[in-house]
Nanobody, 121 residues
Framework: QVQLVESGGGLVQAGGSLRLSCSASERTFSSYGMGWFRQAPGKEREFVAAINWSGSKTYYPDSVKGRFTISRDNAKNTVYLQMNGLKPEDTAVYYC??????????????WGQGTQVTVSS
């Protein structure tokens, strides 16, 4: 059982930056593909970023490409989401997820509890 804990959310003005972190409890963290998703009130959960086990492959939807960067530090069992150029429409609860393979879908085995990101205009 992998436990994931997100941190780094908060309130930021439009155009600002935040870095989210997701720490994993599992010693075999380096074998998991990781993803970030978000869910705004009244909307479905949305794919934000994914990274393979080694960090050599990353994936983004067009809505965040060029603004968000996913990375990982396997020595620290942590995955990051650097968010630059934030927009009010980025406001959501952000979740990290772990699975045997990184994917743009929500088919991950483990999920964190989420961290709130609010972008003011």
């Amino acid at each position: 059982q992998v436990q994931l804990v997100e941190s780094g959310g908060g309130l930021v003005q439009a155009g600002g930056s935040l870095r989210l972190s997701c720490s994993a409890s599992e010693r075999t963290f380096s074998s998991y593909g990781m993803g970030w998703f978000r869910q705004a009130p009244g909307k479905e959960r949305e794919f934000v970023a994914a990274i393979n086990w080694s960090g050599s492959k990353t994936y983004y939807p067009d809505s965040v490409k060029g603004r968000f960067t996913i990375s990982r530090d396997n020595a620290k069992n942590t995955v990051y989401l650097q968010m630059n150029g934030l927009k009010p429409e980025d406001t959501a609860v952000y979740y990290c997820a772990a699975g045997s393979v990184e994917t743009r879908t929500n088919k991950y085995d483990y999920w964190g509890q989420g961290t709130q990101v609010t972008v003011s205009s």
